[in-house]
């Protein structure tokens, strides 16, 4: 998998490319905890490049949304692509991950 991230005025997104399992899930923890510990509390997951989730992805992703609200912000997903989308159904994950068409629209009411 492969991360980077870009402030976006009030947030900052992370672009999450490749697949999201048991080998990466430690990886996008830790970056995101990073962008985190550098100030940026709200967070936006973008998923278009990510094609595959699993089960340990997803404790990854629940992992960093703790992380962001403990910092006093949130973390929403993004162009959330069709097998992710079905684990976050499959499992009621999409009623905590709120999920956004784009990025842009994640925090742009906010």
């Not at 870009?6 to 048991?22: H, I, P």
């Amino acid at each position: 998998m492969e991360l980077s991230h870009q402030a976006k005025g009030s947030y900052t997104e992370v672009l999450a490319s490749g697949r999201l399992n048991m080998v990466s899930a430690p990886t996008l923890r830790a970056y995101v905890g990073e962008v985190v510990s550098s100030g940026s509390s709200r967070i936006v997951v973008n998923l278009a490049q990510t094609s595959f989730m699993d089960s340990s992805g997803l404790g990854a992703l629940i992992g960093c949304l703790k992380a962001a609200r403990q910092a006093g912000g949130d973390l929403r997903i993004a162009a959330v692509q069709p097998q992710v989308k079905m684990v976050l159904e499959l499992t009621s994950m999409d009623r905590v991950l709120t999920s956004y068409s784009t990025t842009e629209e994640a925090f742009g009411n906010d």
